[in-house]
């Protein structure tokens, strides 16, 4: 069974920054896709960044010009680099893999912006 581990949560000060990594074990398949969701409370799992095969990368209006995304299809690890961090961005992420046609899902790290 496919795994997505992310680490780098926790809390941070606004304007301040953070960065998530993800890595996908236990298959030998390289990825065809990934991305970061998040989900704040009471609100429904949004999609905040997404990178291609092709390295097209597209990003939710809130984060454009504040998050980066980059990984490496091949050894299944993305990063979200997370700058100027606004209260809003308070939410758990989540990574997700797209590999040989299935969506697979990280459990999650909490990100907490606030003073």
Known sequence: QVQLEESGGGLVQP???????????????SAAGMSWYRQAPEKER??????TIERTRNYADPVKGR???????????VTLEMNS???????????????RGEHYWGRGTQVTVST
């Open 85 to 99: 961090l606004k209260p809003e961005d308070t939410a758990i992420y989540y990574c997700k893999m797209n590999i």
């Open 67 to 77: 998050f980066t995304i980059y990984g490496d299809m091949a050894k299944k690890t």
């Open 46 to 51: 949004e999609l905040v960044a997404s990178m």
């Open 15 to 29: 304007g301040g920054s953070l960065r998530l990594s993800c890595k996908a074990s236990r298959t030998p398949f």
